[in-house]
């Protein structure tokens, strides 16, 4: 059976896209509209606190059905319908009962499609890397597009030019096939099983640290620049770079695994990731630190998302799959991103921004303390085949 590279690369290329409106963006338009650091950071923490439970429902679904891309669709339309509500609401709750609708069925999507692609790819899982890049494309071309926009014109706009990425977003998961190797077939050990597995445990912790660091960046990094005195291009142009640095590694990722182990390419991203936030921290009244801050993206989130992929297909097998993209999405993303954005907004104006980054690097020290003990440790000496 062929894959459908360009249907899987067109959902990465959309769903990214959108991103990169929501992102650098999305807390500038916040704080035009109004709203202070506490209230952003909750808003915030509202958009990825529904990875929680929405991931874990849909993979159970999905799982139990075979149906994930059915899921999917369903997902981005009631996505891009909610969303729409933004262009009316006008108040704190109004954007707080939006935000949770909308981010419901938003993050819906992605662990879902992971599943799809890891499942179209079956034995190829070495070719995810050059179909996830395209995401990465997308995030560049949006930011880049949507800061000449905001270079011109109001941030105010931004809720329209959001609202037709997901509906380009919705429309590339009807020409997207499901995956016909899905098995319904009873697995050989259970979900709690694996869940138990001290690894399993561990690698979980790793990646929850993680995005409690990177939440600072995600919400505050673009107002943070602005603060700076750092013009809307520059502030995406140094997103733009971060996303350019990952692609980068996406591409050689193939080759790198032939000489590296995953368990290398974790610690050495987790450690550069505790330089990384410190490098943003102190180092914001020079723009060489900032750039090279921003080209280390490349291991902070590509290097420690393409270890994830691989050690999930590892850990939960293509039945357990779909909840298992789930648990990482709902655990990660969602209660590190969650626990993340509310430190950083509680503590952006009370403690500075320099100690949010420090308190950011200190959690990725801990993450690669946890790494270095019990994550990947039966592989440390073994390489990956891809073929």
Known sequence: MSIPYWRLSGFYFFYFATLGGFIPYWSLYLKDFGFDPIEIGELSAFLVGTKIIAPNLSGWIADHTGKSIGIIRLAAFFATLIFAGFLWAHDYVGFALITIGFSFFWNTMLPQFEAVTLAHLRNEAHRYSRIRLWGSIGFIVAVLSIGAVLEHYPVSLLP?????????????????????????????????????????????????????????????????????QYSAMVTGLLWALGVLAEIVLFMYMRNLLKHCSLRAILLLSLALATARWLMIGWGSDYLWVLIVAQLLHAATFG?????????????????????????????????????????????????????????????????????????????????????
């Open 160 to 228: 329209l030019i959001i609202g037709a990425l997901l509906l380009l977003n919705a429309g590339i998961t009807f020409v997207t096939p499901e995956a016909k190797s899905i098995s319904l077939d009873r697995a050989v050990h259970g979900m709690l099983k694996i869940i138990k597995i001290p690894e399993v445990l561990a690698f979980m912790a790793v990646n929850v640290l993680l995005q409690i660091a990177h939440a600072p960046y995600y919400v505050f990094y673009s107002i943070y620049l602005k603060h700076a």
């Open 303 to 387: 290097g420690t998302h393409v270890v994830a992929m691989y050690l999930l297909h590892r850990y939960f097998g293509e039945q357990h799959q779909g909840k298992g993209q789930a648990l990482y999405t709902s655990l990660c993303f969602g209660l590190g991103g969650v626990l993340g954005s509310l430190y950083s907004g509680y503590y952006w104006d009370l403690l500075g921004s320099r100690v949010v980054f420090s308190m950011a690097a200190a959690c990725c020290g801990l993450a690669f303390i946890i790494a270095y003990i019990w994550v990947a440790r039966e592989n440390s000496q073994d390489r990956l085949v891809v073929g």
